[in-house]
């Protein structure tokens, strides 16, 4: 055999090698996880798919708060879910984005009069060009047409209060540094900073997409002291399904 073709033959196999760890790397990182059904999680909050991310709606007074505003740029699943309750776009009155990534904030420009609010440590991925900084995520690009302006920065603990409704915000860096939790109507939103598996436990922020993963852990224990007494009745997430309870958010990283 030629030198020459040795060598792309061992290149070859090289990339096909890497290839197949990195799918098995990405698919690890999602396996084993309840899967999300769209529907009312309480009176008043519904998971909507968005694909293979959620969205949640937040009944407020004539019309919805997100949470966060999905992977779709047109925003097709959200506006199908606002017309089931004879609602447009419009009435959308806030966006709270669990986190900066483009993932979670593809359609947030389709509601034209929602405030948008996030925490100013995910400013850089949100407003641009910044990248994430996990271990896969600071090798993908963002994608300039979701970058948004105008948000609002959220104060750690403090409510929103939205057509009536308190929407509760808490800074649990990890995922990103500007990752939050909601509080609205007892459900307790943590997009990717936590996860369901299908053995009943709960699993921390997947570590290949996130800035700093014992980081994640530490938030999400602090996060459940912070919760206690709060009338927290269920706990959702951005690719999984949600789950009754808070019992297990302490027990993350053991
Ligand atoms: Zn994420």
Not at 12 to 32: D, E, K, P, Q, Y
Not at 89 to 116: M, Q, S, W, Y
Not at 160 to 183: E, K, M, R
Request: charged letters at 20%; one cysteine or more; aromatic letters at 6%.
């Amino acid at each position: 055999m030629r030198p020459m073709k040795r060598i792309v033959i061992i290149v070859l196999v090289v990339i096909a090698v890497l290839g197949v760890a990195g799918v098995a790397t990405v698919g690890s990182a999602f396996a084993g996880l309840n899967e999300s059904k769209p529907g009312t999680i309480v009176p008043g909050v519904d998971l909507v798919k968005d694909g293979f991310v959620n969205v949640f709606l937040v009944d407020v007074d004539q019309g919805v708060a997100l949470i966060d505003c999905g992977n779709d740029p047109t925003g097709k699943a959200i506006i199908e879910a606002l017309g089931h309750r004879t609602l447009t776009e419009k009435d959308v009155k806030a966006i709270f984005l669990t986190h900066g990534h483009g993932d979670h904030t593809a359609a947030c420009k389709r509601f034209p009069n929602a405030t948008i609010y996030a925490f100013e440590g995910d400013r850089g991925l949100l407003e641009g060009p910044a990248k994430a900084k996990g271990a896969l995520t600071k090798w993908i690009s963002p994608d300039p047409s979701r970058v948004l302006t105008q948000v609002k920065w959220l104060t750690d603990g403090a409510p929103v209060t939205v057509g009536g409704v308190d929407i509760t915000a808490w800074n649990i860096p990890g995922h990103t540094g500007g990752s939050a939790a909601y509080l609205a109507k007892g459900v307790v939103f943590l997009g990717d900073s936590a996860g369901s598996q299908t053995d009943g436990h709960l699993r921390g922020a997947p570590g290949i997409f996130s800035d700093d993963p014992a980081q994640n852990v530490a938030s999400m224990k602090a996060l459940a002291g912070k919760l206690e007494g709060k009338g927290v009745t269920h706990l959702a997430f951005a690719h999984s399904g949600w789950v009754a309870g808070t019992g297990e958010l302490t027990a993350l990283g053991k």
